[in-house]
């Protein structure tokens, strides 16, 4: 079972994207804050900047982390929490399908984590429209281009700095985010943070808006079956708006998701006798990168050149968790030279092991784990 009193599970919706409809109805607020004035000791290290038209947000921040902290709520199964999240300046999203940093540029990163427990969002952002990001696909891994829409769109501003210097005019990328978090616990406890930004003078991100809503579990009822279907179905396509709602409604009905993953699931695990071959090929070539012999390592490095990008998700796997500076980088380059010469290569199964795996580790079960353990060996 879940850990009710800390989290459940997550549910963002892009309702208006997706074309899904509403599942949500009355909802009671309990915090609320335009940051037109300085907020309360709820947030910590919160510095107001201006916007055009002296619109004041709390930021702008770079790699920083700052914390919400709300006590003392009333009873509630869930929590809505809506705010703006400004992208400002030139961020590096990603430069391949393949793994962050394909390119040789680490990508952009800002996260929303639920106090220590798991990340609701943790996502690669871009600048520009059509350039790729993973947002709001649930694996950084899973890029597509930005496009606009009623959840997306593109500011322009005349930012000044604390000492009232004015910068260079940039843009700012305005993302509406709404999250429905699963949650009985009389406090809340939330962390943003942004990585590999090169500082507020050129990257920086900031929030407007916030709001934070109880509602209760009658207003987010299961899934039927149609709904269950709908939601596999899409899982397993591209698009990253539609297969990222149908993936946090499952996430908000974790015995239900629990249960599709483990009627799923065989048909990842068992592979034919060939595939399995070279996937352990790959795996063992993979250690000996990390061989002290220069030799040995060299074989590897050009057997796995040799086997070609159908094995491109066990490398993306290895390239994640490579602890060598000499193997993560001839990972990177392996997976760069086969995006080149393959283009896209996530299948429907990549998609469906990949977002089916993150739905797994939202839910923060004993079971959702080691069933999402089963999709990343």
Sequence with gaps: MLHYTSFIGCLVFWLSLAGMGPLLSAAERVYFHDFQKAPG????????????????????YANDTIEFAQAKLPPHQYLRIKFDLHIIGLWQGAETGQAPGAAGVLPAIWSCRLGEGPYLIQAS???????????????????????????????FSNRRDRWNNPFISDGIILHKIQLLIPHTAENLNLKF???????????????????????????????????????????GEAPPEKAATAAWQLVAQPDQAVSLAREKIPEFITVDPQTARQREMAKQLITQLDSDSFADRQ???????????ALSSVVQQAW?????????????????????QSGPQFSRQDYLRLRLARILELINSSESLELAGKLRE
């Excluded at 490095?301 to 990008?309: A, D, I, K, S, Y």
């Excluded at 994640?320 to 080149?340: H, I, P, V, Y």
Aim: hydrophobic fraction near 40%; glycine fraction near 4%; include cysteine.
């Design 41 to 60: 000791p709820e947030w910590q290290n919160a510095p107001l900047s201006d916007r055009a038209r002296q619109q004041k947000v709390l930021g702008d």
């Design 125 to 155: 952002f871009a600048s520009a429209e059509d350039s790729l990001q993973s947002y709001p696909d649930l694996d950084l891994r899973l890029v597509s281009p930005l496009k606009f829409g009623p959840t997306s769109r593109s500011l």
């Design 193 to 235: 943070n942004g990585q590999n930004l090169t500082g507020i003078l050129e990257t920086a991100w900031a929030l407007d808006n916030f709001n934070v809503d109880a509602l209760s579990l009658e207003e987010v009822p299961p899934l039927t079956p149609a709904q269950l279907r709908d939601c596999w179905q899409v899982l």
């Design 299 to 309: 074989e590897a490095w050009h057997r796995l050149q040799e086997l070609g990008p």
């Design 320 to 340: 994640q968790r490579a602890e060598s500076a000499e193997a993560k980088e001839k990972l990177r380059l392996l997976l760069q030279t086969w995006a080149s």
